[in-house]
């Protein structure tokens, strides 16, 4: 998960063995979504030199100078929230719970009955717990959703669930149907996100397995499922269907559900609705949290680790080979915080100020920053310093963002008011 140098809340890196069922069949892809490819900025591409491309066209263009962040309580009375979201089928908010639940909002009030509640099967503690949630693209016809959490031996599984008959407010909980289990010798470096692609396929991060360092080097290697971004169809086939364009695809010793790969602990992820990049926020080892960026989704990208944290070498420690190597689009050093929060590109309409901007945060500090997201090479600009534990973002249907707050246990949304 994301949390670093918090007591029980320790963070490192390192090897683990993946057991998991493969997935073997491979339907015809599908036709994505079209999407515009931005440009890669300064300090993405080969080596440390800016990508020459120019970025996509995009109507919003974020200026730090014209923004004054605030947060406004939207949700209270919350055990350890690390994830808002919606199901994009009535207004509701859906709050994942580390200890095992999913709670409901309803026209802001939290409902007394959790939408699921599987803490009898949860190992919570530390990095460990419910950590990811995603609902089906076409959840308001099937009802079906898919959670990421640690098992009772501290291993990932991703699961799918639908909702009860007649009750659109809970979930049936004997309904899960098991896609995927990674083994984890140790409880941090769990990754956790899960999310839908314009591609209508799954995507799921890994985090590298824990330990300190990825001695084992999973976040390079490509036979094992750790360190990575995987890409799935959970309707091709079961338990799922491999993406016939994933960039593995037939390639001798690599595993076929991988997009990407050279992640360290890939906490929270997103996509933009506007372009389909991909933003990253992947968790530092001791000197620097980082930002990644996956141009019009563009599979097969190696975003570094463990031969690099951020843009230093790593492993070596110096004259590191960088060839081949997506580099982030912004980082910060542990003078700043200690574990990066990705956040989303804002679409919404109410605070104009903000729109193209991405938003991440840092647990430790409670840090909010922006960056323009149609940026050649990007600064980040402080927005708010909180005093949060912020966890996550998340975003309502209409594009309006919110975090969770992790030990105050809450959920507030983002907003702009003019200066």
């Given at each position: 998960m994301l949390l670093r140098r918090m007591p029980a809340l320790l963070l490192a890196t390192a090897l683990v063995a993946v057991a998991c069922r493969s997935g073997t069949e491979t339907p015809?892809?599908?036709?994505?979504?079209?999407?515009?490819?931005?440009g890669t900025t300064g300090t993405t591409?080969?080596?440390?030199?800016p990508d020459p491309a120019s970025p996509s066209p995009s109507r919003d263009r974020f200026d730090p100078a014209d923004v004054r962040l605030d947060l406004q309580?939207?949700?209270?009375g919350l055990e350890a929230p690390v994830l808002v979201t919606v199901a994009g089928d009535a207004g509701r908010l859906f709050v994942v719970?580390?200890?095992?639940?999913?709670?409901?909002v309803r026209d802001g009030d939290l409902l007394p009955l959790p939408f699921l509640d599987i803490v009898d099967a949860v190992a919570y503690g530390g990095e460990q717990g419910l950590l990811g949630l995603a609902f089906h693209p076409a959840f308001a016809s099937n009802g079906r959703f898919f959670v990421n959490y640690t098992d009772a031996a501290g291993d990932t599984?991703?699961?799918?669930?639908?909702?009860e008959d007649g009750d659109p407010d809970r979930a049936d909980p004997t309904s899960e149907r098991v896609l995927l289990r990674i083994d984890q010798p140790f409880a941090n470096h769990n990754g956790g996100a899960l999310a839908f692609g314009p591609d209508g396929y799954l995507y799921?991060?890994?985090?590298?397995?824990?330990?300190?360092?990825?001695?084992?080097?999973?976040?390079q290697r490509l036979d094992t499922l750790l360190g990575k971004l995987l890409r799935i169809d959970v309707d091709g086939a079961r338990p799922y269907g491999i993406p016939r364009d994933n960039p593995f695809v037939g390639v001798d010793g690599t595993r076929p559900e991988i997009w990407a790969f050279g992640l360290r602990n890939p906490w929270r992820f997103s996509f933009?609705?506007?372009?389909?990049?991909?933003?990253i926020g992947d968790v530092g080892q001791g000197a620097s949290e980082e930002i990644d960026h996956a141009p019009g989704n563009e599979g097969g990208l190696n975003f570094g680790w463990r031969v690099m944290e951020g843009r230093t070498c790593f492993v070596p420690a110096t004259d590191c080979d960088r060839s081949g190597l997506t580099l982030p689009v912004a980082v910060y050093d542990h003078s700043l915080g200690c574990s990066v929060t990705g956040g989303f590109v804002y679409r919404g309409e109410r605070w104009q100020e903000l729109r193209g901007a991405y938003l991440f945060a840092d647990y430790c500090s409670g840090t909010i920053w922006g960056l323009d997201a149609a940026a050649r090479d990007p600064s980040i600009s402080v927005l708010l310093e909180s005093g949060r534990t912020i966890s996550s973002f998340g975003q309502d249907e209409?594009?309006?963002l919110y975090v969770t707050d992790h030990v105050g246990g809450e959920v507030l949304e983002i907003v702009a008011p003019e200066a």
């Open positions: 015809a892809p599908r036709t994505p979504s079209p999407t515009a490819s931005e591409g080969t080596g440390s030199e309580p939207a949700v209270e719970e580390q200890p095992g639940r999913i709670r409901v599984v991703v699961s799918e669930f639908t909702v799921v991060a890994t985090g590298d397995g824990g330990s300190a360092g990825d001695p084992m080097d999973h976040g933009d609705p506007e372009t389909g990049d991909v933003w209409a594009g309006e």
